[in-house]
């Protein structure tokens, strides 16, 4: 089972982020996401734009849904989403709703268990609510605001056994991952890595970062994530989820 990496365009211009997402895929990545800032930005014609660029690439929409869930689904599916997130601490009700829009327009629902007062059972509860990944997220904010208060940063990795141990579905580890971090995700058992801030996208201005050689960079880290093995076997065929 090979695992599979995704970038997050966490942009604010939508040329930006096609011009960052075709170093991406030329690098190797598998899946684009349109993060959130480039949602809150370009809106659905930022969607629209990335699915003609790239007719035939999974595109994650992360809109964050807590509400609204059939509708939010059904707009982001027929932009040209593949994938959409619903947040775990949305009402049980917002998470069916985003799931059945998810089989009625033919698209995947990752839940993300983001705040969730246990990271763990906040993966079950969107398991069982029919969600096809977890997101195992600590946010931007969590982490620097402890960060300022002269607090450990909490990271993805602390619990990221027991989350893939938790649920039968594959598990993305997101939220200030170096890279070697990232690259060990699969070794946990979560097949879906994601790059985003701070490793290609510069964390505090949301612009393509100017650190470092992207396309080497990235190049690197695919190589090295897709070379390993999934340590994690699924109750379903992997080529639903990468359908």
């Not at 995704?6 to 993060?35: K, M, R, Y």
């Not at 659905?44 to 509400?67: A, C, Q, Y």
């Not at 707009?75 to 775990?88: D, I, N, R, W, Y």
């Not at 069982?128 to 969590?142: A, K, P």
Request: aromatic letters at 6%; glycine letters at 8%; proline letters at 5%.
């Amino acid at each position: 089972m090979k695992p599979i990496v995704q970038i997050s365009l966490d942009l604010t211009d939508i040329e930006e982020g096609v011009n960052t997402a075709h170093v991406a895929l030329q690098a190797g990545v598998d899946w684009l996401e349109v993060g959130t800032p480039l949602v809150l930005a370009e809106g659905l014609h930022g969607v629209r734009r990335l699915r003609s660029e790239f007719p035939d690439i999974p595109l994650v929409v992360d809109l964050k849904t807590m509400d609204g869930g059939y509708l939010e689904a059904e707009m982001m599916a027929k932009a040209g989403a593949t994938h959409v997130v619903v947040m775990g601490r949305a009402h049980a009700e917002t998470i069916k709703c985003v799931v059945q829009a998810g089989r009625d327009f033919g698209v995947k629902v990752m839940g993300d268990n983001l705040a969730c007062d246990s990271m763990i059972d906040g993966a079950k509860f969107l398991e069982d609510l029919g969600c096809d990944y977890v997101i195992h997220h600590i946010g931007y904010d969590e982490r620097r605001g402890l960060v300022a208060q002269g607090l450990p940063c909490p990271s993805p990795l602390d619990q990221l056994t027991e989350v893939v141990e938790a649920v039968n579905i594959p598990v993305q580890a997101v939220g200030g991952l170096s890279i070697d971090q990232a690259i060990s995700c699969p070794s946990y058992g979560a097949p879906l890595v994601v790059l985003g801030a701070p490793l290609t996208i510069d964390a505090d201005s949301f612009k393509t970062s100017s650190s470092n050689d992207l396309p080497s960079v990235l190049r690197t880290i695919c190589e090295n994530i897709h070379s390993q093995q999934v340590k994690k076997t699924y109750k379903q065929p992997w080529s639903f989820y990468q359908s």
